[in-house]
Nanobody, 121 residues
């Protein structure tokens, strides 16, 4: 199993910055992709940014140029640096990890508990 713990959410004014962090722990063979998702009230959960173990990143169009995802494979952590925040970025942000529990085994999905980000003046 993989446990994901997020931190760094909070209230910020429009144009401000926040940094989210996620740490993975537990018994697993390897973590493959990690990502940040978000879910705003009344909306479906959407992928914000992802990063592979080799460092390949993807971003949803609405955050390109403003958010940066990074990863430390040795520590099994990912961060999301969020700049120029907008009210529409308000959501619960969830950390995701796809992990193999055994070598050569299937990849399972694991989720954090979520951290709230509110962008408001």
């Amino acid at each position: 199993q993989v446990r994901l713990v997020e931190s760094g959410g909070g209230l910020v004014q429009p144009g401000g910055s926040l940094r989210l962090s996620c740490a993975a722990s537990g018994n697993f063979f390897e973590i493959n992709a990690m990502a940040w998702y978000r879910q705003a009230p009344g909306k479906e959960r959407e992928l914000v940014a992802s990063i592979t173990s080799r460092g390949t990143t993807t971003y949803v169009d609405s955050v390109k140029g403003r958010f940066t995802i990074s990863r430390d494979n040795a520590k099994n952590t990912i961060d999301l640096q969020m700049n120029s925040l907008k009210p529409e970025d308000t959501a619960v942000y969830y950390c995701y990890a796809g992990a193999q529990l055994t070598g050569g085994g299937a990849v399972y999905s694991f989720w954090g508990q979520g951290t709230h980000v509110t962008v408001s003046s």
